[in-house]
């Protein structure tokens, strides 16, 4: 069955420092592979997409399917990107509908 | 354009009771999800619709029916309510492969 797993329910770290939010994927196919957000108070909202291979926020996320993983990161974490992050995997051919992760809490402290 | 709108934000129903959350959207897309969000999970999909009367069941449709007569509007309706249908429920349209979210609706069934 299809599956996206996040293994940390929280990550917290320091202005400044490296972020690493993990994303792991079960799936036979071909997936397409998103990350989105939530921020306090807002709407979940689209922060990439794999197959744009663009950096949000000075965020990037790269593909690996060897390894099934989808790991979102950002050299030097801000305040502001303190949120909810969701890892979600599109099956191909389907009707796009999404498999999200649990989601993990990135909390940025100054 | 006010995106995706969902009514209302909260609600308390008891048990047996039944009630229709409603789920609006101006940007003139086809595709439209309900999904619900249980504490410490990630989003569910309940139903989807591809087009004005064309609606199929999602991963937990049990409980819960839609209707999509219009392309602007996909309400979710609850029969018999049960207090595993406590959670919040995003309603979500879709434009190539981004999904635009709504506020969700925060529903507690006592």
């Known amino acids: 069955a299809q599956r996206v797993t996040q293994p940390e329910k929280l990550l917290s770290v320091f202005k400044g420092a490296p972020v690493e939010l993990k994303c792991n994927y079960s799936?036979?196919?071909?997936?397409?592979l998103f990350w989105y957000v939530q921020y306090s108070r807002q709407r979940l909202q689209l922060l990439l997409r794999h197959i744009s291979r663009e950096s949000i926020k000075g965020f990037t996320a790269d593909l690996n399917k060897g390894e099934t993983s989808f790991h979102l990161k950002k050299p030097f974490a801000q305040e502001e990107d303190s949120a909810m992050y969701y890892c979600?995997?599109?099956?191909?051919?389907?009707?796009?509908?999404?498999?999200f992760g649990a989601g993990t809490r990135l909390a940025v402290h100054p | 354009n006010a995106g995706v709108t969902q009514t209302p934000k909260f609600r308390i129903l008891k048990i047996g009771q039944s009630m229709t959350l409603q789920c609006t959207q101006d940007m003139n897309h086809n595709y439209m999800y309900w999904y619900r969000q249980d504490p410490g999970m990630g989003l569910k999909l309940i139903y989807y619709s591809v087009g004005a009367g064309i609606t199929d069941k999602g991963e937990v449709p049990n409980g819960y029916n839609v209707s999509r007569s219009t392309t602007e509007d996909f309400p979710l309706r609850l029969e018999l309510a049960a207090p595993s249908q406590t959670s919040v429920y995003f309603c979500?349209?879709?434009?190539?492969?981004?999904?635009?979210f709504g506020p969700g609706t925060r529903l507690t069934v006592l």
């Open positions: 979500a349209s879709q434009n190539f492969d981004t999904q635009y």
């Open positions: 799936y036979s196919g071909s997936p397409e």
């Open positions: 979600a995997l599109t099956l191909s051919g389907g009707y796009n509908k999404l498999i």
